[in-house]
């Protein structure tokens, strides 16, 4: 069964940075991963997401802000966060599919919560 175990939230000022982790165990492969935001009060959306055969691709407050990358050695997904603003906050899950599936995720992690004050 697959497990995807998120870390590295928190509380930070704004323009700090954070790097989201996410650790996937019992996975044979993949397809997409992707990580996903969801403000008090608003629908989950997609932050950032990487495809094994159609890159890397960002939500447009997230371009050139938010890096999504892989160490495949290790079987983590990370999301570095660079100059973070209050609208960042919220708490950010990682999702995992095995093909694309439209709007659809095979897998959701616990999510870990990331706070930015002013």
């Known amino acids: 069964q697959v497990q995807l175990v998120e870390s590295g939230g928190g509380l930070v000022q704004a323009g700090g940075s954070l790097r989201l982790s996410c650790a996937a165990s019992g996975r044979i492969s993949s397809y997409e991963v992707a990580w996903f935001r969801q403000a008090p009060g608003k629908e989950r959306e997609i932050v950032a997401g990487i495809g094994w055969s159609h890159g890397t691709y960002y939500e447009d407050s997230a371009q050139g802000r938010f890096t999504i990358s892989t160490d495949n050695a290790k079987n983590t997904v990370y999301l570095q966060m660079n100059s973070l603003k209050p609208e960042d906050t919220g708490v950010y899950y990682c999702?995992?599919?095995?093909?694309?599936?439209?709007?659809?995720?095979?897998?959701w992690g616990q999510g870990t919560q990331v706070t930015v004050s002013l």
């Open positions: 999702a995992d599919r095995t093909q694309p599936r439209g709007v659809l995720w095979d897998y």
